[in-house]
Each structure stands twice: as structure tokens, then as C-alpha cells.
């Protein structure tokens, strides 16, 4: 199992935003998580690469546990972060964003394969190196943010809402992207509002409320469930 969440509990201040929620992914697979603004999912990602430690439970990747450990440490074995909002750095480049990326790594020849790989994703992003980041569209903006996680050469990469916002063939673009980083061995955790998008590109789903798992399993009965089809994709 790459990754493994057992009974995490996450509070902000007295107000537990995480109530025991246990997930699983699996190499190479596709987790998404579904639920109203406000499940936890958020939080549930922020946890898994640091930004927010849980005060309870464990997280296991690759077999080693992680939780408590700093972001730094995680990022350097293998987990990413992409961001709702993006939250590209608006005054530096393009090309000075994606390189932020791969920060914590040394291997030159790497990086520099990645980029293309990134370009080759993005093609647009090629075209704006130099361009400051903030003059950016918000769906170039999601695919910098996304190229400039994709850098840091994740083996798990958490998605957190990457249609928000888009048009329909931009978010059409962006599950394309996630197929391709995916087909590559890359695992990911989406969490995308779009729950007919995220159950279409995932093997395995888990349903979020309040804090907690609901609901968990094959993607695809997810898709056929009566309840998920009536809250979430709308009949």
C-alpha cells in the first residue's frame, strides 16, 4: 500500500474539522474524495503533507509513518501538494514558479527532463516562461500550479480542486493532464467539486461529511450510488 491514513483527527483550535478518517491508496491508483465545502477533505490533504498536523491517528507512505514529520521531509518522499486556488507566486515567473517546484532536489539532468515533461503537459506554460505569474489566466494559473507540483516528482500527487473555476474545456484539459501524469505511475488523491469528472478518472472514492468517511468504494458504484448521484451530480 503507498499510502495509508488510520483514525486522523485534525482540529482548528476546539473545533475538530477531521474526525477519524481512515483512507487508502493504492500504487498507482486514483483516491478521489468527495463532499460539501466544509467535509474535511481540505484538511484531510493538509494533514497527509504536513501543513497541518493531525492530533490524532497516523499516516503511513511507503511503510514509514510521516505524520509529524515537516513538509520539507514529505515533499522530499514523494508527496505533493497542488493547491485549491493555486497560489502561484504572482511576482516571480513563470519558469521561476516551476523551478520553486523542485527546490529540495540536486539532480540537474532530472529537473530538467521533468521540465519538459511539465512543457509537454502545458505547452502554454513553454510559451510564458518568462512571463510574471500573476498576469496569468486562472486556468494557466491552475496548470503552473500543477506543472510546478508535478516538479518536485511526486509519487503521490493531492489535487485539491483542479477545475474550480475552469470552463468546461478547460477542466476537459486538466483530467486529461491527470490521466497522463497518472499513466505515468504517478498515484493521486483528487479532490474536485466536478464529482462526475473525479469519478470518471478514479478507481476508488470516499465521501466526506462533517469530518468523517461516509461512504467508501469502487468508483464506479459510487457513480451508480442513488444517494452520491442525488448529492453530488445532480439527479
Not at 489535487?159 to 497522463?180: C, F, M, N, T, Y
Request: net charge positive; with cysteine.
Amino acid at each position: 500500500m503507498l499510502l495509508e491514513v488510520v483514525g486522523i483527527r485534525v482540529r482548528y483550535g476546539p473545533v475538530e474539522a477531521v474526525k477519524g478518517v481512515s483512507l487508502e491508496v493504492e500504487e498507482g491508483s486514483i483516491v478521489t474524495l468527495l463532499g460539501a465545502n466544509g467535509a474535511g477533505k481540505t484538511t484531510t490533504l493538509r494533514a497527509i503533507v504536513g501543513l497541518k498536523r493531525a492530533a490524532a491517528g497516523e499516516i503511513w507512505f511507503r511503510g514509514e509513518r510521516i505524520d509529524g514529520r515537516p513538509t520539507p521531509s514529505i515533499v522530499k518522499r514523494g508527496v505533493s501538494l497542488c493547491p485549491e486556488g493555486r497560489h502561484v507566486f504572482s511576482e516571480l515567473t513563470v519558469g521561476e514558479n516551476l523551478m520553486l517546484g523542485a527546490y529540495l532536489r540536486r539532480d540537474k539532468d532530472g529537473i530538467k527532463k521533468d521540465l519538459e515533461e511539465v512543457f509537454g503537459h502545458f505547452p502554454h506554460l513553454r510559451e510564458r516562461t518568462g512571463q510574471r505569474a500573476g498576469s496569468l489566466s486562472g486556468g494557466e494559473q491552475q496548470m503552473l500550479a500543477m506543472g510546478r507540483a508535478l516538479m518536485g516528482r511526486p509519487q503521490l500527487l493531492l489535487l485539491d480542486e483542479p477545475s474550480l473555476g475552469l470552463s468546461p474545456i478547460l477542466a476537459q484539459e486538466i483530467a486529461k493532464v491527470i490521466r497522463e501524469v497518472n499513466a505515468r505511475g504517478v498515484s493521486i488523491i483528487l479532490v474536485e467539486q466536478n464529482a462526475t469528472m473525479a469519478l470518471g478518472l478514479a478507481s476508488k472514492g470516499y465521501v466526506m461529511e462533517a469530518g468523517q468517511v461516509v461512504l467508501q468504494g469502487d468508483a464506479k458504484d459510487l457513480l451508480g450510488n442513488e444517494g452520491v448521484r442525488r448529492a453530488y451530480l445532480g439527479n
